[in-house]
């Protein structure tokens, strides 16, 4: 794969800046990128047109339109289709050109709201979603779907990978639109500079999730990439979970806060638990290297850097 031709679809969001950094670091050069005004991923005709042109050998497919629980649940509509085209027409253009390998990148939120803990991948599919992220996880499976029948109807050798929450360094730290992960961070700075008394937590802080550094999964990606070709869809985290209180408590020491925290139960709490099984991905032959504590402190350092 070293001399290939390699697109990284989305490479300057989260994880597609992520998976750039990890193969720039082992080696991998011949790297094909496009902005999103470069490149309209939900223009079939430009994609068709896009891959003719650069014929890619191995395509990573993290572009997405992506954001936290209330970005989800008002937003629906925007996250089912740009995903979903987004998807379908870089999945089918990947296979009309004849793409040696697809990598697909979906989500821990397809598999069902009270699926049994720690989630396996065969639990895909066996109950209903969390509302708030249920268009976007529609999204996802579709994906999932499509790679794994373009590998049973023509051959492909497209995977799918479906990350549990991630967070890193290059992260969106707007409060309507993020995740929990970054804007605690900015809530917890933005109140220590500004001596506030108190931080605003969404929900009852009592749900479990479970986070992975994403440079932790751009390595898992390309170890994938590199060994793994079986059509069910692999999961990507790191074995252990915390409740939003707990993960509050860690930012706010790394942060050096010490006003009080308090929870706005009006904001949704989303699914109570989805930590998943990782046991295909380690008896694959890897596992994760980046604690959380580890983790948050690099993003932190980073916040400061780059956006103070
Ligand atoms: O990270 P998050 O937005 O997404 O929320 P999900 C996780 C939990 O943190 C929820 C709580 O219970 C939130 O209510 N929370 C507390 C906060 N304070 C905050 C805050 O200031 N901001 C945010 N954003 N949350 C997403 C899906 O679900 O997981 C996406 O909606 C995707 O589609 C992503 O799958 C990985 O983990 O609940």
């Not at 995903?83 to 989500?107: C, D, E, P, Q, R």
């Not at 793994?228 to 942060?255: Q, R, W």
Request: proline share 3%.
């Amino acid at each position: 794969m070293n001399k290939s031709k390699i697109y990284i679809a989305g490479h300057n969001g989260l994880v597609g800046s992520a998976i750039v950094r990890t193969l720039r670091k082992n080696g991998y050069e011949n790297l094909i990128l496009r902005t999103s005004k470069e490149l309209d991923l939900c223009n079939q005709s430009a994609v068709n047109k896009f891959f003719a042109e650069e014929k890619p050998q191995y395509v990573f497919l993290a572009a997405a339109k992506v954001g936290g629980i209330h970005a989800n649940n008002t937003f629906p509509a925007e996250f089912i289709y740009n995903n979903t085209m987004i998807a379908f027409n870089i999945i089918h253009s990947a296979y009309l050109n004849g793409v040696k390998k697809l990598l697909f990148l979906g989500s821990s939120c397809i598999y069902p709201k009270m699926a049994q803990q720690p989630v396996k991948e065969e639990y895909l599919l066996t109950g209903t979603l969390e509302q708030t992220n249920e268009a976007y996880a529609i999204a996802k499976i579709s994906g999932l779907e499509l790679c794994k029948f373009y590998r049973r109807q023509y051959g492909c050798d497209f995977i799918s990978a479906m990350p549990t929450n991630l967070y890193g360094i290059n992260d969106n730290f707007d409060l309507n639109s993020s995740h929990v992960l970054p804007a605690l961070i900015r809530k917890f700075h933005e109140a220590k500079v500004n001596n506030l008394p108190e931080v605003v937590i969404w929900g009852t802080g009592t749900p479990l999730r479970e986070f992975l550094y994403v440079d932790d999964l751009a390595d898992a990606l390309l170890h994938l990439m590199l060994n793994y070709s079986e059509e069910i869809h692999v999961n990507v985290g790191m074995g252990e979970d915390l409740t939003i209180n707990e993960l509050a408590l860690m930012i706010k020491e790394v942060v050096t806060y010490n006003g009080k925290m308090i929870y706005d139960t009006s904001k949704p709490d989303g699914t109570p638990r989805k930590l998943l099984d990782v046991s295909r991905l380690h008896n694959s032959g890897w596992k994760h290297k980046t604690s959380l504590k580890e983790g948050i402190s690099e993003v932190y350092r980073w916040y400061l850097e780059h956006l103070f």
